[in-house]
């Protein structure tokens, strides 16, 4: 049986609200992923309008993220028998001038290319697996000239280890196509043999 209604149980003005809030936050969120899912049947325009924005920010997004240097040929060590952690350096150049906002995009986009380079080459990698289920280890490193960069590069690389240099497109800080950031990813010891005499970002 109901309880009677008093004073003291008459839901209140702001009750209402809170509640109204709650399913309004309910049926958007739900309407959101239908209209995610085209289940809401938007028009041919619409969604081509839509893919084509989108491409135009994908192309731009990938034009500052993807590495001049792509070393196709480049052999990925599988480093049978290692255990050690696997970490991902990012050795970025000072001599640029780069703000703390610029590095940490450039970082970024270096730690992406390694991760699609890696994924690219040997999805089921146990290098891969290892940093994926390891927290991911990175560790920011500086070198003062783009030569040095290069240089840290190319030994990467003779041993095996994924190494990806950055280009910027030029939009904000610095000139297009100048070389910010080497991300190289590996078994620890393998790493610090190109890296471990670098200071600290």
Known sequence: MAAPVTPDNVPTTASYVFATAIIAGVVGYFAGQGASLGLFGSSPAATGAS???????EK????ESESEEDED?????????NQDEVK????????????KGKIAAQ???ATLACYKYYFSK????????????GGQAKVALQVKTEDEMLVLQAQAMSLG?????IQDAGRTQIASGSRTVLGVLGPKTVVDQVTGHLKLL
């Open 161 to 165: 280890l994924c190494a990806r240099v």
């Open 73 to 81: 040929g480049a052999e990925l060590a599988t480093f049978d028998g």
């Open 107 to 109: 970082c970024s986009h």
């Open 51 to 57: 893919k084509s924005k989108r491409a135009t920010k």
């Open 88 to 99: 991902l350096v990012l050795v970025v150049r000072t001599d640029l001038g780069m703000g």
């Open 122 to 133: 040997d999805p089921n990698s146990p290098i891969l697996k290892r940093w994926e289920n």
């Open 60 to 63: 731009e997004t990938n034009e």
